[in-house]
């Protein structure tokens, strides 16, 4: 994927430079130039936010986020109705609504879903090892009895 949109990015600049042969003035550049390479630049800055997402169990809560914890969601453990495998998978990747559940995905992994009780809402994250996931927050809920 990042080779992907690196390829994107300098075929952009590319074609940006190529049509930079017939430019007479800096303001035909800035218009000419100016939006491929916004758009490289958007790529490239948002590769390393959603090509991580961390999950995290701790003593009364589980929570995720994508990049360095920029956005993601929090539950407490007791509002956690269920654990397990997700029902349904996105499309593409990064952050996904549809309803009833959000989805956090990065794509390529099982993932595993986590239902809340009081609202009833799915989230759907995307993770390597599932049952980990599961065994950590049982012995959080168990710690914390």
Not at 6 to 12: E, H, K, M, R, S
Not at 67 to 73: A, E, T, V
Not at 125 to 141: E, F, G, M, T
Request: glycine share 12%; aromatic share 8%; with cysteine.
């Amino acid at each position: 994927m990042i080779s992907g949109v690196i390829g994107l990015g300098v075929l952009l600049i590319a074609l940006a430079a190529g049509a930079t042969s017939k430019i007479r003035s800096p303001v035909e550049l800035a218009l000419i130039a100016g939006p491929p390479l916004v758009i490289a630049a958007v790529c490239l800055l948002t590769i390393p936010i959603f090509s991580r997402l961390q999950i995290a169990v701790r003593r009364d809560r589980v929570a995720w986020s994508f990049g360095w914890g920029l956005f993601g969601k929090s539950l407490p453990l007791a509002d956690l109705a269920s654990v397990g495998e997700p029902r349904s998978r996105p499309v593409g990747l990064g952050y996904r609504m549809a309803a009833g559940v959000r989805y956090y995905w990065i794509g390529g992994t099982p993932g595993v879903e986590f239902t809340s009780r009081s609202s009833g809402m799915r989230y759907v994250v995307s993770c390597s090892d599932p049952a980990a996931i599961a065994a950590a927050i049982k012995r959080a809920r168990s710690s914390s009895s």
